[in-house]
């Protein structure tokens, strides 16, 4: 898995791993910070709200969605 970072979480009790990109553990790292949890409660609550979808690509398409709102951006106002 070339260009991929692994993390171990723990999820419902459950050791597993997370492989993602470095671009998208910044991201979830940002999401995080700016809440005040640690990221592993981050994608504990990730993980509660995926359904179906696989925790990897949910944990990406909310990072993604966090990005493309501006999330952790301070906006100047013109």
């Keep these: ?10 999820l419902a009790g ?17 999401m995080s910070k ?5 990221l592993a409660a981050l994608i504990a609550e990730l993980d509660q709200r995926r359904g179906e979808s696989l925790l990897a690509s949910y944990c990406r398409l909310s990072a993604l969605a966090y990005a493309q709102s501006g999330g952790g951006l301070k906006r100047k106002r013109a």
């Design 1 to 10: 898995m070339p260009g991929l970072k692994k993390r171990s979480v723990n």
């Design 14 to 30: 459950h050791a597993t791993s997370v492989a993602l990109e470095p671009e998208f553990w910044a991201v979830l790292e940002t």
């Design 34 to 38: 700016e809440r005040r949890i640690s």
